[in-house]
């Protein structure tokens, strides 16, 4: 019980401590919205190399050899994991145009001198010889071919960094879809911006169903640059819509045209940028669609191309100390978020959003905006005991608690617990026992121990020798004497057969022994 006493007071103790500095640490998660996704936003541009050798033998054999960048497509995509490993969409990668079609046109206009459309369509000449070998020329390849190709696609990630990259890294595609709008995998092969890799974005488990669920889309309209930040606005969801089809979008004020808006921002270069939740702030699909219509698939497209790719999805240390930073900074901690995002920009230095929060912290920092200037102001007009001396007053109430509970298990018996016996009387001192005479000394030569009987006379001693028999006592009344009267038998003393214990005349069994007389 006692153990069990120490152990409620040391809990008790923590618990009041604990209660004691809660509050002062407590505070409110914010969403940041878009804060944690556009540090993660990219400009993917995909460009075909196509180095083509036409074959002229109409006058004297030449091997004429040109080289041409034709742009595939350009969008926006999104870092899901700290290798640079970036989803967007497919037709952004990949299209169905015929790109040697393309440089056939381009190399037999430039060589022969003929009006040939700079396009991916076939044309026809109206010279017989020079039209037969233009379509020589197409593909495709042929053993009386006229044009030999090698075609090559290059992907550049253009990161949301401070100052920009004019250059971008190589990526290559892991994974592309069936259709224009499903979603591709791109992985860097060349250098990714940060020791710690990069920014990511976080990536949510399922899409908003309700309907009119407010949302936002970023992306960028062109490389990034000083003068071109990364683009952001708003929308809601509309309910149901799944798959590549995608979920429309709808102003539930109907003050704007939200497909149309969104469309326009597709064709500028949102293609594929993400679609952020506005509680958490989380990636829940990517934008598609153009012109008068814009859409978003959802998230579950987005981790089903990720897992056949076998990219998985995290975030990385970079985005840790970022998310402590948005913290105080949408709390108003200015003062608290300076060195929070300084700790950012140490980890990853382009890092565009949080050198934007670190300026506008600085200058608030102490301010009647700063919630921890106000704090400590309120603190020293009031006289109220700042943080510190709660923290050391808890930690020194846990330590007494402690030492209290330790000297308590020290002092307790290791026997059982058992209630206490009542006090013992006091008794009075007992008096000298009397002096007793010393006896002499045992003599061994005195004479031999004496048998001390019974009140009836002694039995005949038994001989101890071996081979003699036992001798019993006789019945005084069969001893006969000559000279002797005869006696009255029922006035002599009787005795038990058994133990030799005086029995009267009216005794029918011994007291002593229990034997009957008569036996």
């Known amino acids: 019980m006692r153990r069990f006493g120490s152990f409620l007071a040391l809990a008790g103790g923590l618990s009041l401590a604990v209660a004691a500095v809660t509050p002062a640490l407590a505070h409110e998660h914010p969403s940041g919205i878009t804060d944690l996704v556009t540090p993660a936003v990219v400009r993917v541009e995909a460009t075909a190399k196509i180095k083509v050798t036409l074959l002229d033998h109409i006058g004297e054999l030449l091997h004429v050899e040109r080289s041409y960048e034709v742009p595939i497509g350009t969008g926006t995509g999104t870092v899901v994991n700290p290798e640079g490993a970036v989803v967007t969409l497919t037709r952004v990668v990949k299209n169905d145009r015929d790109l040697e079609v393309y440089a056939a046109n381009k190399i037999f206009a430039a060589h022969h001198k003929v009006k040939i459309p700079a396009d991916f369509e076939r044309h026809t000449l109206k010279d017989d010889q020079l039209n037969h070998h233009l379509q020589e020329c197409y593909p495709p390849k042929q053993p009386t071919a ?59 488990a399922a899409v908003p169903v309700k309907e009119a669920s407010p949302v936002a889309v970023a992306g960028f309209t062109g490389r990034p640059a000083v003068n071109l930040p990364e683009t952001v606005d708003i929308a809601h969801l509309r309910a149901g819509g799944a798959g590549e089809s995608g979920r429309r979008f709808n102003d539930p004020e109907s003050k704007v045209n ?27 699909g990517l934008l598609v669609g153009g012109g008068k219509d814009a859409r978003m698939i959802g998230i579950r497209e987005v981790t089903k191309a990720l897992a056949e790719a076998d990219v998985a999805p995290r975030r990385g240390p970079i985005d840790a100390a970022f998310e402590q930073a948005l913290t105080r900074f949408h709390t108003h901690y200015f003062g608290d978020a300076v060195p929070a995002f300084q700790r950012v920009l140490d980890l990853y230095p382009g890092h565009t959003v949080a050198a934007v929060h670190l300026k506008t912290s600085q200058q608030k920092r102490g301010t009647a905006e700063d919630a921890g200037a106000r ?32 000297l308590l298990w020290r002092r307790r018996p290791s026997e059982p617990d058992s209630p206490p016996s009542p006090a013992a009387q006091t008794r009075p001192p007992l008096p000298n026992p009397p002096s007793v005479p010393p006896r002499p000394a045992f003599d061994e030569k005195a004479d031999p121990t004496i048998v001390v009987n019974r ?16 001798l019993v006592a006789r019945d ?18 009787k005795y038990c057969t058994g133990c030799g214990m005086g029995l009267s005349p009216a005794h029918s069994f011994c007291g002593y022994c229990g034997k009957s007389v008569k036996t």
């Open 146 to 204: 006229t044009c030999i190709f090698d075609v090559t696609t290059e992907l550049r990630i253009f990161p949301n960094i401070s100052p920009p990259d004019k250059e971008g890294f190589k990526a290559e595609v892991v994974r592309t879809g069936d259709e224009p709008d499903s979603p591709a995998v791109l992985r860097p092969v060349g250098r990714a911006d940060g020791s710690t890799g990069m920014p990511t974005a976080p990536l949510a």
């Open 258 to 284: 939200e497909p149309e808006k969104l469309g326009g921002l597709v064709d500028k270069g949102l293609l594929g940028g993400p679609v952020i939740e506005d509680k958490k702030g989380e990636v829940v």
């Open 375 to 406: 704090k400590a102001d309120a603190a020293a007009d009031t006289g109220e005991t700042p943080l510190w001396p709660i923290l050391a007053g808890g930690a020194l109430l846990v330590v007494a608690v402690v030492v209290g509970a330790l």
């Open 455 to 470: 009140s009836f006379p002694a039995l005949p001693r038994a001989s101890t020798e071996p081979g003699r028999p036992v």
């Open 476 to 493: 005084p009344g069969t001893r006969k004497d000559p000279g002797a009267k005869p006696t009255d038998t029922s006035m002599q003393q």
